[in-house]
């Protein structure tokens, strides 16, 4: 994949504009002009840094920005009764890009001929000169190409010379600062048109994070019974270890594919930390606000979460097997198998908070033309201690994103971490909460490893053994990197927060399977589900093979490892057809992965559990909380942590503290359900928003309490 050219982004930019301008043209033309002159300026602030915009035409705070784009200022487009916006906006969206370089709106200067006089008049120029090279701006697919000319000067100038005598063949020092002119003009138009169907929308859903109030600093967690460290643990409480991440993982699916929030915060979140908006060696980066890669943002935001819930699905399989082995050999394949799959989802958490990590470009670069897994390379721009300038938290947290980092040296680097926030918690609250959740994560599968090793002896990771499930999502990695440049979601996800608007989330879904479907032949969900079948299958009979080894040799006490059988790879079209022959087969509903809302909801009620048969009597505080929680109302408020974790006390949980923002609590012995709940402790300790739902059906689905059941006693 080449590095985008100043032309390639431009006409991006431009193809976005054009179509979402048909798309939510008509709704802005009704919007904007109901829009008062504070809710225009707040439109106009929301997309740019530090929301700051030009006051006016020859406002200089800015610099340059007046010289290359006057017109995009609050006095003129705020103005009370003012279409300014609209007019540009039809102009930009409608007109070629060729067109708007020589004339502008409503018949003036163009941009070569603004730029040209800013040059004249004000002493705008590029810093770079630019010597014997020229750019192009013709339609097509030379617009705004530039070429240097190397022999034969005098020739190459005579035969550009019709071309030049038009205006169409500029030096590039001129022709930079066009494109320039119109990559940011384009780039605000694309960003305007979000905000103000964000901020005058009255169909959008509003379930969105609000305001945080202060809370009085609360003492609930001492009414809770800490236990200061876990006990070793045996298989089946490791089991249940797994299951509860594995039912967390299945909510969070499960709410991004019926929550249309859940869904745009995490294709926000996954669009805006694109390794791509990382400069490279040279400084280039593509432009944050380019359309063509939130379709792939969403596939990548469905992947990554179909396949955490898969691979802690995996591990439960393995587990549940490692229980009923007796066999030391047998136990070996199994554990070994077990190791390479931890491996494979601390791998998975840890990039994505180098992801998080990586935003503005401060510590991390990307490496031109090299990609990890369909994604671009990106690496530290020194040592870890260098560049977290002796603060240790973010000297922690560089390590941690190191490869080299393994699952046992990060225990140390997360309790160092505790050690600093303990004392300053305000540390931690400082921190993006895109990071804090990064953090979360990889606390908890380094935590489960931690238990792992004492409990049952795990090996270290192996790129020999064990590889068939770590080989078999990999494949599935690069099939679907294959395919992904080809969605196209633009008529729902474009922007965004459309995804918020009735119908629209439910439509991207639908579209998104169909896709899926028709280019590997199955749904994503049964991609990962028939891996994990194959492998538990082909483990069966790996162990099986070991068995009858072990009786042929009975007297052999050094009996050998017996790899997995190798198979002959199929061709992608044999893999494709085969998959749509066993999706006719397939019951309704019959996977725990299902993208769209009616398939959800009919496995839902399947698995949903019994509901407690009396109500449970609790105070009034808590029944607060618990409201707060199970209400149906978009905007229900929030719930401070400590409040929370009040609420828990009262019911008698007790609670493990892991590393960081983690906690496992206990149910108390009286309780039916006899099942821990390990949750996060959420950025700025306030359970709100989305998390709301998060937290909601995470109590749903493991002890079935809802809205009706706490009483105030």
């Known amino acids: 994949m080449e590095e985008p050219s100043q032309s390639d982004v431009v006409k991006d930019l431009h193809r976005d504009l054009a179509r979402k301008y048909r798309t939510h043209g008509a709704r802005l033309r009704q919007l904007w002009p109901a829009m008062g002159p504070a809710q225009r300026g707040m439109?106009?602030?929301?997309?740019?840094?530090?929301?700051?915009?030009?006051?006016?035409?020859?406002?200089?705070?800015?610099?340059?920005?007046?010289?290359?784009?006057?017109?995009?200022?609050?006095?003129?487009?705020?103005?009370?009764?003012?279409?300014?916006?609209?007019?540009?906006?039809?102009?930009?969206?409608?007109?070629?890009?060729?067109?708007?370089?020589?004339?502008?709106?409503?018949?003036?200067?163009?941009?070569?001929?603004?730029i040209v006089e800013m040059m004249r008049?004000?002493?705008?120029?590029?810093?770079?000169?630019?010597?014997?090279?020229?750019?192009?701006?013709?339609?097509?697919?030379?617009?705004?190409?530039?070429?240097?000319?190397?022999?034969?000067?005098?020739?190459?100038?005579?035969?550009?010379?019709?071309?030049?005598?038009?205006?169409?063949?500029?030096?590039?020092?001129?022709?930079?600062?066009?494109?320039?002119?119109?990559?940011?003009?384009?780039?605000?138009?694309?960003?305007?048109?979000?905000?103000?169907?964000?901020?005058?929308?009255?169909?959008?859903?509003?379930?969105?994070?609000?305001?945080?109030?202060?809370?009085?600093?609360?003492?609930?967690?001492?009414?809770?019974?800490?236990?200061?460290?876990a006990p070793k643990l045996d298989l089946p409480a490791l089991r249940d270890m797994a299951?509860?991440?594995?039912?967390?993982?299945?909510?969070?699916?499960?709410?991004?594919?019926?929550?249309?929030?859940?869904?745009?915060?995490?294709?926000?979140?996954?669009?805006?930390?694109?390794?791509?908006?990382?400069?490279?060696?040279?400084?280039?980066?593509?432009?944050?606000?380019?359309?063509?890669?939130?379709?792939?943002?969403?596939?990548?935001?469905?992947?990554?979460?179909?396949?955490?819930?898969?691979?802690?699905?995996?591990?439960?399989?393995?587990?549940e097997i490692l229980k009923s082995s007796a066999s030391k050999f047998q136990r070996d394949i199994i554990l070994q198998e077990i190791s390479n799959v931890c491996h494979l989802e601390y791998t998975r958490v840890q990039g994505a908070l180098k992801r998080q990590v990586s935003i503005g470009g401060r510590w991390f670069k990307r490496v031109s033309n090299t990609y990890d897994n369909g994604n671009a390379r990106i690496i530290l721009k020194g040592k870890p201690e260098t560049l977290a300038g002796g603060d240790q938290q973010l000297q922690c947290i560089l390590?941690?994103?190191?490869?080299?980092?393994?699952?046992?040296?990060?225990?140390?680097?997360?309790?160092?971490?505790?050690?600093?926030?303990?004392?300053?918690?305000?540390?931690?609250?400082?921190?993006?909460?895109?990071v804090i959740d990064a953090l979360g994560d990889l606390a908890v599968i380094v935590a489960f490893i931690q238990s792992l090793s004492p409990a049952i002896s795990m090996p270290a990771f192996s790129r020999k053994k064990g590889q068939r499930f770590v080989t078999g999502a990999a494949e599935l990695e690069t099939e679907l990197n294959k395919v992904k440049p080809e969605l196209d979601l633009a008529d729902f996800a474009v922007p965004i927060d459309n995804l918020l608007e009735p119908g629209m989330a439910v439509a991207a879904l639908k579209a998104f399977d169909e896709f899926i479907i028709e280019k590997t032949g199955t749904k994503i969900g049964f991609l990962y589900l028939d891996l994990i079948d194959d492998c538990i299958t082909k483990l069966h009979e790996h162990l099986e093979m070991q068995a009858q080894r072990e009786a042929a040799k009975e007297t052999d006490k050094q009996a050998e490892y017996i790899p997995f059988p190798p198979e002959p790879s199929k061709e992608p079209s044999a893999r494709v057809q085969e998959r749509?022959?066993?999706?006719?087969?397939?019951?309704?509903?019959?996977?725990?992965?299902e993208i769209t809302s009616t398939d959800l909801e009919a496995v839902a009620a399947v698995q949903a559990p019994p509901s407690p048969l009396e109500p449970l009597k609790v105070k009034s505080a808590t029944a607060e909380v618990f409201s707060t929680l199970f209400g149906k109302a978009e905007s229900r408020g929030s719930v401070p942590w400590v409040n929370f974790e009040s609420a828990l006390a009262e019911l008698g949980f007790s609670v493990i503290p892991k590393f960081g923002s983690v906690f496992t609590f206990f149910p108390p012995e009286s309780m039916a359900i006899q099942k821990p709940i390990t949750l996060h402790r959420p950025h700025q300790s306030r359970i709100e928003g989305y998390l709301l739902l998060v937290f909601a059906r995470r109590l749903n689905r493991l002890y079935g309490w809802g809205q009706e059941t706490f009483q105030v006693c």
């Open 243 to 319: 299951l509860d991440q594995k039912a967390s993982l299945d909510d969070v699916l499960a709410l991004t594919c019926m929550e249309p929030v859940v869904l745009a915060h995490l294709l926000n979140n996954w669009f805006f930390t694109r390794p791509e908006l990382v400069a490279d060696e040279k400084g280039r980066k593509l432009p944050a606000h380019t359309d063509r890669f939130i379709s792939a943002a969403f596939l990548d935001t469905i992947h990554n979460a179909v396949k955490g819930a898969a691979v802690w699905n995996y591990v439960c399989r393995l587990l």
């Open 121 to 229: 008049t004000r002493n705008l120029q590029h810093v770079k000169s630019f010597r014997d090279c020229w750019t192009l701006f013709m339609d097509g697919d030379l617009y705004g190409n530039s070429y240097e000319l190397l022999k034969d000067k005098e020739g190459t100038l005579a035969a550009l010379k019709p071309a030049i005598d038009a205006g169409v063949c500029i030096p590039q020092s001129v022709g930079e600062l066009v494109l320039t002119r119109q990559i940011y003009l384009l780039q605000c138009l694309n960003i305007m048109i979000e905000d103000v169907l964000d901020v005058a929308s009255t169909t959008r859903s509003q379930q969105k994070l609000p305001k945080r109030s202060p809370d009085a600093a609360a003492t609930a967690i001492s009414k809770l019974s800490i236990k200061p460290s």
């Open 43 to 114: 439109a106009m602030k929301a997309g740019t840094p530090d929301n700051i915009v030009l006051k006016h035409s020859r406002d200089v705070s800015l610099g340059n920005v007046c010289k290359v784009m006057p017109e995009w200022n609050l006095r003129d487009i705020t103005a009370p009764g003012s279409d300014l916006l609209l007019r540009i906006l039809e102009h930009r969206a409608t007109t070629t890009l060729e067109a708007q370089y020589m004339a502008g709106l409503d018949g003036g200067p163009g941009d070569y001929d603004l």
């Open 399 to 434: 390590r941690l994103c190191q490869a080299e980092v393994t699952a046992s040296k990060a225990v140390d680097l997360l309790t160092k971490l505790d050690e600093l926030h303990s004392p300053a918690p305000q540390k931690r609250d400082d921190l993006r909460e895109g």
């Open 580 to 593: 749509r022959q066993k999706e006719k087969t397939r019951p309704a509903h019959s996977s725990v992965y």
